[in-house]
């Protein structure tokens, strides 16, 4: 895993701009890393069950990215970029947000 030089930037910009709290904001910097890293972790496990060598892993300061060999198939591809997940899951969310939407809105006017 690497970090790209404008993470250790933005995230010294941003400790430099929090006087007022600065171990708050540190651990916010930490924390959305983390997810950042924990992210590209979950395409790493992925790649590797496909049986593709993944070279590393590198944060940027608003996403990240997992480098490995293209696997033999698109359909693995697909799964590994969570592209499948998406395109079999995605009724669930709209089914979702459709019950939330009728929750919240009052259709009788």
Same mark, same amino acid.
């Given at each position: 895993?690497?970090?790209?030089? &404008? @993470? /250790? %930037?933005?995230?010294?910009?941003?400790?430099?701009?929090?006087?007022? =709290?600065?171990?708050?904001?540190?651990?916010?910097?930490?924390?959305?890393? &983390? @997810? /950042? %890293?924990?992210?590209?972790?979950?395409?790493?496990?992925?790649?590797? =069950?496909?049986?593709?060598?993944?070279?590393?892993?590198?944060?940027?300061?608003?996403?990240? %990215?997992?480098?490995?060999?293209?696997?033999?198939?698109?359909?693995?591809?697909?799964?590994?970029?969570?592209?499948?997940?998406?395109?079999?899951?995605?009724?669930?969310?709209?089914?979702?947000?459709?019950?939330?939407?009728?929750?919240?809105?009052?259709?009788?006017?």
């Amino acid at each position: 895993m690497c970090l790209h030089w &404008s @993470v /250790l %930037l933005v995230g010294t910009l941003i400790l430099l701009g929090a006087f007022e =709290r600065p171990a708050e904001t540190l651990v916010a910097w930490t924390c959305y890393f &983390s @997810v /950042l %890293l924990i992210h590209e972790c979950g395409h790493m496990v992925l790649a590797q =069950r496909k049986g593709c060598m993944v070279s590393g892993i590198v944060l940027y300061p608003i996403a990240g %990215l997992c480098c490995y060999r293209t696997p033999w198939s698109k359909y693995d591809d697909a799964v590994i970029a969570g592209e499948e997940f998406w395109r079999r899951h995605s009724w669930v969310f709209l089914w979702l947000h459709s019950l939330r939407f009728l929750a919240t809105h009052d259709l009788r006017r």
